[in-house]
């Protein structure tokens, strides 16, 4: 099974608040980069957020402001705090690490398994 569980995905009205959580189980967390992607049908998964080991964080432009990723190491724990949320931000939301020291890339990253978010309008 996946080494990367997401959870925290659901339905939210727009402009509300959704918190995404994902447990990360055998890999050595504290020294992988982490982040959040997303994606929707037809459309290549996108990253949303990234934080790095030393919790340098960074954000895709169309979330900038209302996201915010973090990470627990000692839980073994990556949060994605959602705000102002709108419907475009409908997607499944992918919890990712990258193998070994690498950078989070789309084709190398270990994969939850996702969680729904739906943003009604």
């Known amino acids: 099974q996946s080494q990367l569980q997401e959870s925290g995905g659901g339905l939210v009205q727009a402009g509300g608040s959704l918190t995404l959580s994902c447990a990360v189980y055998?890999?050595?967390?504290?020294?992988?980069?982490l982040g959040w992607y997303r994606q929707t049908p037809g459309k290549e998964r996108e990253l949303v957020a990234s934080?790095?080991?030393?919790?340098?964080?960074t954000y895709a432009d169309f979330v900038k402001g209302r996201y915010t990723i973090s990470r627990d190491d000692d839980k073994r724990t990556m949060s994605l705090q959602m705000t102002s949320l709108k419907p475009e931000d409908t997607a499944v939301y992918y919890c990712?690490?990258?193998?070994?020291?690498?950078?989070?890339?789309?084709?190398?990253?270990?994969w939850g398994q996702g969680t729904q978010v739906t943003v009604a309008s």
């Open positions: 934080i790095g080991t030393s919790g340098e964080t």
């Open positions: 055998g890999l050595a967390f504290s020294t992988k980069v």
């Open positions: 990712a690490a990258a193998p070994y020291q690498l950078s989070l890339n789309l084709k190398t990253n270990y």
